[in-house]
């Protein structure tokens, strides 16, 4: 019998109060015992038991074994702030043998016992899978892949024992008699493979024969692979709980604010797989609850869930810590997951074991889950407590395992994408082939943002930008957050006259101090928009929601969107609680105009964000789009829409947090992430607090080699000047980062024209040195710059691995240091360790008060010498998309180490207001000379360049 999916090797652990599932207490089995074999009338039996089911037994045992999957009749469950429980577990598959298969030109179609299995060949490295129970493949409605595929060679033979399809990168293997699928690559190395049996499970959603729009029906599915102990496995969701590797890890797969669902899993072993599924989804499922101490434990369940629920409210406290406990004991020795789930999102959720606090969050407010793991030895009793949460909360364990599992809510297929690198940006972008490019931001978007809760006039708006200019402090965008709609409803698209009297007026003379203006536009408006979204039907029903499966809805908002803000000015766009809400439920149980809410739930942000993306780029070429949005899904970067992590705590474990999450959040292919630099709730003496100080500026110097540079603060006077103890060091990393924007722009245009990621998890770049798959508080920024922000308070050093491969220098210093070790790097409070890779190539322009004060002249070239290097320089007009034209210039520049020889090349393309002829200033980084931020006084050689190819010898003089 094959392993259960829902628990490592269908391995049940003992447990005093563990309430064990999946048919185990009606058939007397002991909870440390394997399953045995079970016939499909005792899957039938426990499932009519449980559910009560007044189905007949010939309709299930009709409709059992299929596909390889077990399918059963049940009834779906709500889906509001629960997540699925144990009572969603699903039964273990059986084997499918394959009856025939008919190759096409894109892909095989192949009869399995009953139903069918597609190999989609959708190019050399990717390949979709679908299976169903019917006889014909069901035409899904896609949001998520865009891309029409051409057909592309492949091979397809017959084995003894199996069918082979191969591409020149990969091959797919289908067993014969058991139809379980493998991936290996082009050596024959597995890369992915099920179990050798039941590693797909679909059950019928509903007795009644739930339907969508096109009268589908509609399972819940499991899907299941194995998992050496050597993998790591990254992506699939942006998450509060620090994980950084998921492998036998639980995730939730849904919506909330700082939770996000982007189900895109990347593996170290050179794989990717997109889990094609909007539904409510738990990856790597725990369904072994442990009983608690009495929940009444007098506390009240009241406070703050939502950001709508503040609305200006001071002085917000959090509740008192509490907690329930039970006990577990242990099977065998090695690693347990314990997770929370359930939880009332107030304040406070999390897990101690022995004493040993394993996972905990405390914010305003949490997720549903709390996740950790720790090893045990066997056979023990374990006291286990769970912190807060509320009432309803539960605690669940079990063994880490061997294997990979998706186990979703609504789907009317299993049907995923695999993609091949092996290297994960060849990952990164087969994905983004599939779902489409991420466009360029104007350059001006790379700049400084600022932002606070809230300004409340425009009075307010033009006095900071006076003030930002004033004190010559780099900024480029201001942000203006809710509540400017005053008395005309919640979210309304209208403004609050008595407070913003004249709006374009303002954002008129933002311009005139070329300043960019960005609004907080939430998706449930009240008002004029409300009102006519919901005579018009244009609402999730029982919400204020507007449904944004439907197009026409998509169309009236930005025909609002377009009236109110774009006309008169508005840049950017922050597009707030697109989850939608703060727990994401607006949709379960109810119909959106594409069919039933829960199967499309986690696509909501993908959907809102294209309303704004297509209006904006229908109404206005010469104007890139800019949106930052709090959630998201696969796809989304595509309408040019960041993510930030939300509603996050003011204090060190958030920091530390927010770093594993964006490198998750970038490896599924999404490249622009950032955080409410500081936190979004601070602490009351922010201002004067000299640790609030530190933390601010070691946020505010990892935040500078984010995709985005952002300040925000519930509450909060965030402009530099407040902070007295942190000033200075703000400014000069502001200072640093628009230095640095040759460099910054020339990447972000390798993420639209090669689907590269800006920052990077550091097996992106060094695959070849184990070491570094559990690093997740280092990364690339860049293919230059290695990071390692500094997340304890009062450090004045922190220890660093240097991957192999490669020797390093140090920014500040020049230092040359050799790679493959762990050091301690110096680090002060105004420095933050940062690295250069040798071979690196780093263009850093001159000082700048805005993004496009002036051209980029002259340039300083940074060569880091030890190895050969090479860099691109991109340009162009800043904004507009003539560069989708071919309208944009660049420079390959390259160090060659055995000749001493760099060679600035000939530039290629051309655009409007391009600089002919430009200043190159050299400079060979050595110890202490070419460091830190200021520009370097005496170059090494200073090059007049006029777009003819340059060759400058390491010991020449200016030219």
């Known amino acids: ?57 010939c309709h299930h045992l009709a409709t059992f074994i299929l596909l390889g999957l077990t399918c059963l009749s049940v009834a779906a469950g709500p889906q509001t702030g629960k997540g699925l429980g144990p009572q969603d577990a699903l039964p273990m598959g059986v084997a499918a043998p394959v009856r025939s298969a008919q190759k096409d030109a894109s892909g095989v179609t192949i009869s399995l016992e009953s139903g069918l299995l597609r190999l989609q060949v959708c190019d050399e490295r990717t390949i979709r899978v679908i299976c169903t129970l019917g006889q014909t493949l069901p035409h899904k409605k896609e949001f998520v892949v865009i891309r029409q595929w051409n057909p592309v060679p492949f091979e397809w033979h017959e084995e003894q024992d199996r069918f082979v399809l191969g591409t020149r990168l990969l091959s797919v293997h289908v067993e014969r008699s058991t139809g379980s699928i493998s991936f290996f690559d082009a050596s024959g190395k597995t890369l992915l493979q099920e179990p050798p049996v039941g590693g797909r499970v679909m059950i019928e959603a509903d007795p009644n024969s739930i339907v969508d729009a096109n009268e589908v029906r509609l399972y819940r599915v499991k899907q299941t692979f194995l998992c050496p102990a050597d993998e790591y496995l990254y992506g699939m969701a942006q998450c509060q709980d620090g994980v950084w590797n998921w492998r036998g890890m639980p995730i939730e797969l849904r919506q909330l604010n700082t939770q996000v669902a982007l189900p895109v899993l990347v593996s170290s072993r050179g794989y990717g797989l997109l889990w094609n599924n909007a539904s409510l989804t738990e990856f790597n499922p725990v369904d072994q609850e442990i009983q608690l101490s009495s929940t009444d434990d007098g506390t009240p369940s009241d406070g703050p869930t939502a ?118 940006d060849e990952v990164v972008a087969a994905y983004r082939r599939a779902t489409g490019q991420a466009p360029l931001w104007p350059r001006w978007a790379y700049g400084f943002w600022q932002c606070r809760e809230r300004y409340s006039s425009q009075q307010q708006i033009l006095d900071a930008v006076a003030e930002f200019r004033r004190r010559q402090i780099p900024i480029d965008l201001i942000i203006q957050d809710w509540q400017y709609w005053g008395n005309h409803g919640w979210g309304a698209y209208e403004w609050d006259a008595s407070h913003y009297p004249a709006p374009e007026e303002m954002i008129q003379r933002l311009h005139e101090q070329n300043v960019h203006f960005m609004i907080s536009v939430w998706s449930n408006p009240q008002g004029k928009v409300g009102r006519e979204m919901k005579s018009r039907n244009l609402v999730i029903p029982g919400t204020d929601w507007i449904d944004v499966f439907n197009p026409a809805a998509r169309e009236l908002r930005w025909k609002y969107l377009y009236e109110a803000f774009f006309r008169i000015g508005t840049d950017a766009w922050w597009q707030d609680a697109t989850e939608p809400g703060d727990d994401g439920n607006a949709m379960a149980n109810r119909r959106v105009f594409v069919g039933p809410g829960d199967l499309y739930r986690n696509a909501y942000p993908l959907l809102a964000n294209q309303a704004v993306y297509d209006g904006q780029r229908a109404a206005a070429g010469n104007k890139r789009v800019v949106i930052l949005s709090r959630s998201a899904f696969p796809g989304q970067q595509r309408y040019a829409a960041a993510l930030w992590s939300g509603d996050v705590g003011g204090n060190w474990d958030a920091l530390r947090r927010q770093i594993p999450a964006g490198l998750h959040v970038c490896l599924t292919g999404l490249p622009y992430w950032t955080t409410d630099c500081g936190g979004f709730f601070r602490p009351p003496d922010q201002y004067q607090s000299e640790d609030y100080a530190d933390l601010l500026i070691r946020w505010f110097q990892y935040s500078t080699f984010c995709p985005i540079l952002r300040v925000h603060g519930y509450q909060s006077r965030t402009e530099f000047w407040n902070f007295p103890k942190a000033m200075d060091t703000l400014i000069a990393y502001d200072r640093l980062r628009y230095r640095l924007l040759p460099y910054i722009y020339s990447i972000a245009w390798r993420v639209t024209s090669e689907g590269y990621t800006m920052m990077r998890a550091l097996p992106m770049d060094f695959r070849q040195d184990p070491n570094v798959y559990d690093i997740c508080d280092q990364y690339m920024f860049g293919p230059a710059f290695l990071v390692a922000p500094v997340l304890q308070a009062k450090a004045a050093s922190r220890a660093v691995y240097l991957p192999a491969g490669t020797a390093w220098t140090n920014f500040w210093t020049g230092q040359s240091i050799g790679g493959g070790q762990r050091v301690d790097i110096p680090s002060p409070q105004e420095t933050i360790p940062l690295l250069v890779r040798c071979g690196g190539i780093v263009p850093m322009g001159p000082d700048l008060q805005y993004a496009c004060e002036k051209p980029a002249d002259p340039i300083e070239l940074r060569i880091y010498s030890g190895a050969d290097g090479s860099f691109t320089l991109y340009e162009d007009e800043g904004d507009g998309y003539d560069y989708e034209k071919g309208s944009y210039a660049t420079i390959m520049i390259q160090w060659n180490q055995a000749s001493g020889t760099l060679i600035i090349g000939q530039r290629k393309g051309e655009f409007p207001g391009m600089l002919k002829e430009r200043t190159f200033h050299i400079v060979w980084v050595s110890a202490g000379h070419g460091v830190g931020i200021a520009p370097t006084e005496r170059p090494d050689v200073v090059v007049r360049y006029n777009g003819q190819e340059v060759r400058i010898p390491r010991a020449s003089q200016s030219q």
């Open 307 to 424: 950001t709508e629920q503040l609305r200006g409210k001071v002085g917000l406290r959090m509740r008192p810590s509490t907690s329930r406990t039970g006990t577990f004991v242990t099977g065998p020795a090695g690693e347990y997951v314990f997770f929370a789930k359930d939880g009332d999102r107030r304040n406070e959720i999390g897990i101690v074991v022995n004493d040993q606090t394993i996972a905990h969050i405390r914010n305003m407010w949490v997720p549903y889950t709390a996740v950790g793991k720790i090893w045990l030895p066997a056979n023990t009793t374990c006291t286990v407590r769970l912190l807060g949460g509320g009432r309803g909360a539960r605690l669940f364990a079990r063994p880490l395992g061997n294997t990979t599992t998706f186990r979703s809510h609504l789907a009317e297929c299993i049907d995923y994408y695999f993609f091949y690198g092996p290297q994960l």
């Open 1 to 57: 019998m094959a392993a259960d999916p829902g628990g490592p090797d269908g391995h049940l652990t003992r447990a005093e109060g563990i309430r064990t599932h999946r048919c185990t207490e009606d058939r007397g089995i002991r909870p440390d015992q394997r399953y045995p074999p079970i016939a499909a009338d005792h899957y039938w039996c426990e499932s009519r038991r449980r559910l009560g089911s007044a189905m007949s037994c």
